[in-house]
């Protein structure tokens, strides 16, 4: 295999990539005007010479595409006939009904090398080996990019698929991998698994943590609750946190310095927009909103992911100019005002994950009676807790529990939601319903 050859577009100066994004942006719109059913109704609709526009800057006069177009318009997207479509990928439904993308063979190879450079920025390198802790099936993108891209690096890749601590362990201590790829909170359940069955796990072979699907760190680039509480566990590896989506065909990856997922320029532009869809200032927080470059079976302009994050354009302590994104704060679509706060679920998550006696747990947010939002945060305790030492009975040990909960919660958010306790089986099958292919803890029951 030939050896990995990055861009070196990180690395220019800001205004370098800025010119180079906008050359790319025109062979994007000049491609959608000549093979894409969606965007050529789009511009005719609205009047749009492609050739007008000429910056980034320029983007801000083309309408947007969302979720629900996707949905309603799915084949309409598609700039190739069937005969080049070599994989069908669908995404998890997170926001409504799931949708189909299909993937050319130039598609998955820019799929390999988006993962390269992302995990090349994470520290991987061809002499290092990784455990993929996530599924390959099912139609998912992240699986199978994981491993087109660490085999597009020439690194060592072991498929062991998500979940099973005792087979993961077995698996470190047969094949020594240096890295792990998984959803942060897994960890804990290994490190959980390791205790029980006298794993030595702070000396085995791992030394870096990539995590997928779940925050690690704040807005101010520290560890947040769930980091910090691996880190104290297991302080020889490196975290490291991924922003990605299968309508993205990239990554956001950290580097070593911590401080934000970095974009390729060659691959994807990045809006960040308010509530009045236009730009906000760098640094502040809004709306991601993406155009995929150089993708050819379904590319997107000025998609809106829901995602709500800020950009950072000064230049990364590790050399790269290319702007980052901080830590998601939450979907737009599942902000809550709580008793007058403004909150997302993963300031709500951040506290269940990090509190000992909660084995599971699932958010819900309904309206209220007096038509303002309602949390109530259903749990399931673990069963080996010392809930004696509460109180005399189980009754009072559960309210006791409940007062304590709620306290944490304000301390954390400044309000408590409504808690109730149920039995973990129960939770555990709203956390994963038959065919899902993400665990299940934010309910929305609001009538929007």
């Given at each position: 295999?030939?050896?990995?050859?990055p861009?070196?577009?990180?690395?220019?100066?800001?205004?370098?990539?800025?010119?180079f994004?906008?050359?790319?942006?025109?062979?994007?719109?000049?491609?959608?005007?000549?093979?894409?059913?969606?965007?050529?109704?789009?511009?005719?609709?609205?009047?749009?010479?492609?050739e007008?526009?000429?910056t980034?800057d320029?983007l801000?006069?083309?309408?947007?595409?969302?979720?629900k177009?996707?949905?309603q318009?799915?084949?309409?997207?598609l700039?190739v006939?069937p005969r080049?479509?070599?994989?069908?990928i669908?995404?998890?439904?997170?926001?409504?009904?799931?949708v189909?993308?299909?993937?050319?063979?130039?598609?998955?190879?820019?799929?390999?090398?988006?993962?390269?450079v992302?995990?090349?920025?994470?520290?991987?390198?061809?002499d290092?080996v990784?455990?993929?802790m996530?599924?390959l099936d099912k139609?998912?993108?992240?699986?199978?990019?994981?491993?087109?891209?660490?085999?597009?690096?020439?690194?060592g890749?072991?498929?062991?698929?998500n979940?099973?601590?005792?087979l993961?362990?077995?698996?470190i201590?047969?094949?020594?991998?240096d890295?792990?790829?998984?959803?942060?909170?897994?960890?804990?359940?290994?490190?959980?698994?390791?205790?029980?069955?006298?794993i030595?796990?702070?000396?085995?072979?791992?030394?870096?943590?990539?995590?997928i699907?779940?925050?690690?760190?704040?807005?101010?680039?520290n560890?947040?609750?769930?980091?910090?509480?691996?880190?104290?566990k297991?302080?020889?590896?490196?975290?490291?946190?991924?922003?990605?989506?299968?309508?993205?065909?990239?990554t956001?990856?950290?580097c070593?310095?911590?401080?934000?997922?970095?974009?390729?320029?060659e691959?994807?532009?990045?809006?960040?927009?308010g509530?009045?869809?236009?730009?906000?200032?760098?640094?502040?927080?809004?709306?991601?909103?993406?155009?995929?470059?150089?993708?050819?079976?379904?590319p997107?302009?000025?998609f809106?992911?829901g995602?709500?994050a800020?950009?950072?354009?000064?230049?990364?302590?590790c050399?790269?100019?290319?702007y980052?994104?901080?830590?998601?704060?939450g979907?737009?679509?599942?902000?809550i005002?709580?008793?007058?706060?403004?909150?997302?679920?993963?300031?709500?998550?951040?506290?269940?994950?990090?509190?000992?006696?909660?084995?599971?747990?699932?958010?819900v947010?309904?309206?209220s009676?007096?038509g303002?939002d309602?949390?109530?945060?259903?749990?399931g305790?673990?069963?080996?807790?010392?809930?004696?030492?509460?109180?005399?009975?189980?009754?009072?040990?559960?309210?006791?529990?409940?007062?304590?909960?709620?306290?944490?919660?304000?301390?954390?958010?400044?309000?408590?939601?409504?808690?109730?306790i149920?039995?973990?089986?129960?939770?555990?099958?709203?956390?994963?319903?038959?065919?899902?292919r993400?665990?299940?803890?934010f309910?929305d029951?609001?009538?929007?």
């Amino acid at each position: 295999m030939e050896k990995f050859e990055p861009s070196d577009i990180e690395f220019r100066s800001a205004d370098e990539i800025r010119r180079f994004q906008e050359d790319k942006l025109h062979e994007n719109l000049a491609y959608l005007q000549a093979h894409s059913p969606f965007y050529q109704a789009m511009f005719a609709k609205h009047g749009i010479a492609v050739e007008n526009i000429r910056t980034l800057d320029d983007l801000q006069q083309l309408p947007f595409t969302d979720k629900k177009d996707l949905q309603q318009h799915n084949t309409d997207f598609l700039c190739v006939p069937p005969r080049d479509i070599v994989d069908y990928i669908t995404t998890s439904g997170t926001l409504g009904d799931p949708v189909t993308f299909a993937c050319t063979d130039r598609d998955l190879n820019r799929l390999a090398y988006n993962e390269a450079v992302s995990f090349a920025c994470a520290g991987v390198t061809a002499d290092s080996v990784v455990q993929l802790m996530t599924t390959l099936d099912k139609r998912f993108m992240a699986g199978l990019a994981y491993f087109l891209g660490l085999r597009k690096l020439g690194a060592g890749v072991i498929r062991v698929g998500n979940g099973i601590p005792e087979l993961q362990w077995d698996t470190i201590r047969r094949l020594n991998p240096d890295t792990i790829m998984c959803v942060p909170s897994f960890i804990l359940r290994l490190v959980e698994y390791a205790e029980q069955n006298g794993i030595d796990y702070r000396h085995s072979s791992v030394r870096r943590i990539i995590g997928i699907g779940e925050g690690l760190r704040d807005q101010h680039f520290n560890l947040n609750l769930l980091g910090r509480r691996i880190h104290d566990k297991w302080p020889e590896v490196k975290l490291f946190a991924t922003y990605s989506s299968t309508e993205m065909s990239a990554t956001f990856s950290e580097c070593p310095c911590g401080c934000g997922g970095h974009v390729h320029p060659e691959l994807i532009i990045v809006e960040i927009i308010g509530d009045d869809n236009r730009p906000v200032p760098d640094g502040e927080v809004g709306e991601i909103v993406i155009t995929t470059l150089g993708v050819e079976g379904m590319p997107l302009l000025r998609f809106r992911t829901g995602d709500m994050a800020a950009k950072i354009t000064d230049r990364c302590a590790c050399g790269r100019h290319s702007y980052r994104l901080t830590p998601l704060v939450g979907r737009k679509n599942n902000m809550i005002k709580l008793k007058g706060t403004t909150l997302y679920p993963p300031a709500i998550n951040d506290v269940l994950d990090n509190t000992e006696y909660v084995a599971n747990y699932v958010v819900v947010v309904r309206d209220s009676d007096a038509g303002t939002d309602e949390v109530v945060v259903r749990i399931g305790l673990k069963k080996d807790y010392p809930y004696a030492k509460l109180a005399p009975t189980i009754g009072e040990a559960e309210s006791a529990l409940i007062k304590d909960l709620k306290d944490r919660f304000r301390a954390r958010i400044r309000v408590a939601p409504i808690v109730e306790i149920l039995p973990p089986d129960l939770i555990q099958k709203i956390n994963f319903p038959a065919q899902s292919r993400k665990p299940i803890k934010f309910i929305d029951e609001r009538q929007k």
